[in-house]
């Protein structure tokens, strides 16, 4: 019998507004949730994800989780408007300026899994209020991996929290800037040590277009980005690369050492793709095999 390798992804499902360089676009599909189980969806189809929606969410936007087998019976629909986000990116593309983030239906959300989740081997706490976070984790039993988010908004906010978080997962996910934010250390080694003082075995630290870094206590790892000549639309990076890293892992089931760095180049690429289009319109057209197709390439970039 093929053992539970199922995924959990708690996380924001929200309506974005971007613009970068190379476009504008208003109210399309985003989120951290969104990225990420779509992300993941290339490598497992058994993927659930725990959110809340207002009643203004776009009913065409449910059929595109469905239409990749992901499980919305954790997608609460309430009273209210869907959280929404705007970002401004200027040709640095590695760090968005946000207009605007309204919390909206998420600001009294009590997250609850349903029964057939409790079990979920691989919980991704995906970008979201680190007390939503901890209440879905107390929620599951005897989870293989845990992988967790955060961004600046919620390092400035729920500092605390977040911190108490630490102890209770495998992996911690952020980017240069926040690392450095939470740290208060400018180098990334000093910083990934600050962070695993506080329990966390293993963290990733993103740097973009500059690819990820990981830490934890066996070994480290730097993985290159993969490079590209197209990037149009930099939002939901870090939850794609995240998605692909779990999704693979989820796949694999053996986490050691050669298992994480091929995640890590996996989460690397399906990044790669996400960028090349606005919100999630490359995943959209993603198959199978340009992922391998990519990833035979990028053993060939950073092989020497
Ligand atoms: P990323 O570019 O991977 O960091 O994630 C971008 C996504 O995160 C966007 O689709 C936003 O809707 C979502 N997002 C932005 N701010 C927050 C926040 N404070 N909490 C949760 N999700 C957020």
Known sequence: MRKNNSILI???VAVDSIETPFGK??????????YSSLSASFFNKNIGIISVVGRDFPKRY??????RGINLDGLKIAEGRTFRWKGNYNYDLNSPRTVYTHLNVFADFDPEIP????????VFLANIDPDLQRRVLSQVKGPELILCD?????????RKSLLKLLKNIDMFLLNESEARLLS??????????????YGTPSVIIKKGEHGVLF???????????????TIRDPTGAGDTFAGGMLGYLSHVRKINSPNIRKGLVYGSIMASFVVEDFSINR???????????????FRRIASF
């Open 10 to 12: 708690i996380g924001s």
């Open 25 to 34: 676009r208003e109210s399309v599909l985003g989120g951290s949730a969104t």
């Open 62 to 67: 449910m059929s595109l989780y469905k239409a």
């Open 115 to 122: 029964r057939h989740s409790e079990t979920s081997k691989f």
């Open 150 to 158: 955060t961004m600046n908004y919620w390092i400035d906010r729920k």
């Open 184 to 197: 208060g250390e400018t180098n990334l080694k000093k910083a990934a040590k600050f962070i695993m003082s």
């Open 215 to 229: 830490f934890s206590k066996h070994f480290s790892f730097s993985a290159p980005a993969y490079i590209l000549e």
């Open 283 to 297: 995943m959209l057209k993603l198959t199978k095999r340009d992922i391998n197709k990519r990833y035979r390439e």
